[in-house]
């Protein structure tokens, strides 16, 4: 199957829009045999009557199947309902061979958010199951599922790209494309292929980028990404398909990681008055019990130490995590270092950015937390320092722990996601990091991009928690082979199985 694969074409006067960028693309299309044209929204730059109108001239000579969803520009001034009246349906099924392509409309009117309601999630999951036989499995959305690269501040992924991206790993979907951002980019999650095209029309690119459109081509063993710049340099992604999860031996474990967040410690346990703690005294001492007992060689608290920073928290906290017996690492929530807690962290738990390094294992902590705000940054000039200290590392077993997370985690919105969160998983994926450690939003989730193991924990004792299973911790083993990672109940000790991962160096 070859696919010819554009986005945000942003069709409108010569201000906004390059048509020779556009012709000379779909000369390409004319010029080779493709199978199906999809385009990821965008279509005009301001969903308007005459726009619309020279779309359906400029797309009128494409004689192969074409699928095409809007995007938050097509949405505007009441422009959806002349896309339907000019372009066609905005949600749907393509079916064809062994391939189905599940095409949705993200967008919102008059705003460049995207999301996808209850009923067109029923309908991807609906039709998912009912197409669960097809080889190719396809999904089209006009916003991103995966934080973009280079993209500025990161804001408008899916607001349930969580969900939607832990639907698409249980469904076995072979391929998401998207859109959106006017830059390219390529990740493949578990044996998910995530496409991001850049605009092939617009005008508004980034950092001087290039116009662009990608040629994607799917056989039974691979799946390979092509993206053509309109300056001819061009960049090519393969990705194997359906990779063997079978493990016959796993070596020896080499070292245990606990990872723990949001133990939410607060000096309000002390009060009488019920229901005025959001810290869960009894599952943070059986928690405690467990981890002592489990032979762990490290626990990494990826912030949320406590419900405050102000003294009190930070006094009981110190004697709270004395009881663990592993050696600890910390890096901070904005919660943790609010009010006097920038200092107080520091007194207690030592520098902001904390590292451990202990025969080949390396893992360097990354304070992602701004004073007195939720919202997580890492920085143009702290990124490229952070990753010349890694390059610099001999170890060969390299990580990173933070609070805030460079992945979408389910049942939670995106605000959890770092700011240069599409730079920062971009640099650890090219970079192979092996382990990415992070805590916020609440949720166990682990998946692996590239060849980095990406591992977000639950709370461990607040009162905030997102999971069925209940407040609870991961448990990381590194053997030399692979990695295992399961969650531990935090009350009872119940485990369960988050997953098993080759590791990078493995010949198993």
């Not at 199978?35 to 619309?52: A, N």
């Not at 980019?185 to 496409?195: F, R, S």
């Not at 459109?213 to 359906?242: A, C, G, H, L, W």
Request: overall charge negative.
């Amino acid at each position: 199957m070859k696919i010819f694969h554009i986005s945000d074409t942003h069709i409108s006067d010569d201000k906004h829009f390059n048509k020779n960028a556009l012709e000379k693309a779909l000369r390409e299309l004319n010029s080779g045999p493709y199978d199906i044209v999809i385009h990821s929204g965008d279509v005009t730059e301001s969903g308007r009557l005459e726009q619309y109108r020279k779309a359906e001239k400029l797309f009128k000579g494409i004689d192969i199947p074409f699928v095409v969803i809007p995007g938050n520009h097509d949405k505007r001034s009441g422009g959806f309902s002349l896309y339907q009246e000019y372009i066609g349906e905005a949600n749907g099924v393509k079916e064809g061979g062994d391939s189905v392509i599940i095409y949705v409309d993200t967008g919102v009117p008059d705003a460049n958010i995207g999301r996808v309601g209850m009923s067109k999630f029923e309908m991807i999951r609906d039709n998912l199951h009912k197409y669960q036989k097809k080889s190719i499995k396809i999904v089209n959305v006009h916003h991103h599922i995966l934080p973009v690269p280079r993209a500025g501040r990161e804001r408008n992924v899916l607001s349930n790209a969580g969900d939607l991206l832990e639907l698409f790993l249980k469904m076995d979907v072979d391929l998401v494309l998207s859109g959106h951002r006017h830059y390219p980019n390529v990740h493949k999650i578990e044996d998910t292929v995530i496409v991001n095209a850049g605009t092939v029309s617009g005008r508004k690119t980034r950092h001087g980028e290039a116009n662009s459109y990608n040629v994607i081509e799917i056989d039974e063993s691979e799946i390979k990404v092509t993206t053509q710049r309109m300056k001819s340099s061009r960049e090519v992604n393969s990705f194997p398909r359906k990779e063997s999860k079978v493990f016959y031996d796993f070596g020896e474990r080499e070292f245990r990681i606990v990872q723990v967040s949001n133990t939410f410690i607060s000096s309000l346990t002390e009060s009488r008055l019920p229901n005025t703690t959001k810290f869960k005294h009894t599952h943070y001492t059986n928690a405690v019990d467990s981890i002592n007992n489990i032979e762990a060689d490290l626990v990494v608290h990826c912030g949320g130490i406590v419900e405050e920073g102000i003294s009190r928290n930070y006094e009981l906290a110190d004697e709270y995590l004395s009881r663990i017996e592993p050696p600890i690492v910390y890096t901070p929530a904005g919660r943790d270092i609010n009010y006097l807690g920038y200092h107080l962290f520091q007194e207690y738990f030592g520098n902001l950015d904390q590292s451990y390094a202990e025969d080949d294992i390396f893992l360097q902590g990354v304070s992602s937390a701004q004073y007195d705000s939720p919202v997580g940054i890492v920085g143009d000039t702290e990124r490229k320092e952070l990753f010349k200290k890694m390059n610099e590392r001999e170890e060969t077993f390299k990580g990173l722990f933070l609070h805030h997370n460079v992945v979408p985690i389910p049942h939670s919105r995106e605000k959890g996601l770092l700011e240069d969160s599409g730079d920062i998983l971009r640099k650890v994926v090219d970079e192979n990091i092996d382990l990415v450690l992070t805590g916020t939003s609440s949720h166990p989730f682990a998946a692996k991009v590239g060849n980095t193991l990406v591992s977000n924990v639950n709370a461990l004792s607040s009162v905030y928690q997102r999971s069925r299973y209940g407040n609870s911790f991961n448990l990381v083993d590194v053997y030399n082979n692979a990695i295992v990672i399961s969650e531990i109940n935090s009350l009872w000790g119940n485990r369960r199985l988050l997953g098993i991962w080759k590791r990078n160096n493995s010949n198993d």
